[in-house]
């Protein structure tokens, strides 16, 4: 579950985690406004830019997003035969901008200080019997989980193609399914091992 954190020693990893959360928010909210794709291009060269200011091991990362290319060429399409064709960058510059920056908040954040910096947000559902650790743990979850999914896939893509130039058959997403959900399994039991799943007993 950690792959998806970088281990290494930068100026993003040393500002603090409730910050990046904030930024990112604030980031997301003003591009969906934003109608001008060379506005979400020059983003998006920034961000790469970043990627590429962390570092090689960060700029691969770049790769494991792969997978998403298809989904994009999709939806930019529709939008473009529907609309205009600006109108497909549009929606496909925005939506990579958007995963970008994701990744770039999580892989330059730890669990732990994901977790604590989420916490203080559901503390106030506390006398109505929720652990705001809990559901820290889960929102801090489904931000390491997906980078961690797109490198799985992008294995098991890559396996595929190694061995057959046809494109990936419907049995590798379906053992990619499985395997995803056997490592929610695990996590799982993971958790209740370290006592999560135990009923929470306000103080």
Known sequence: MMGGYLARDTWLHRLPAGLKLVALAAVSLALLPVQDWRLLALCLAALV???????RAALQRLGLFRPLLPL??????????????????VVVLRLLVMVLAADLVTMTTTMTALMDAVEPLFRLLRPFGVNARKIALAVALVLRFIPVLLANWRAREEAWQARSSRRVPLRIVVLFLAE????????????????????????
């Open 49 to 55: 830019g970043l990627y590429a200011a962390l570092g």
């Open 72 to 89: 994009l060429v999709i939806v930019g399409g529709l939008q473009g035969v529907f609309n205009q064709w600006q109108d497909g960058a």
């Open 180 to 203: 995803t959900l056997r490592l929610a399994d695990h996590v799982a039991e993971a958790l209740d091992a370290r006592g999560y799943g135990r009923p929470h007993r306000p103080s």
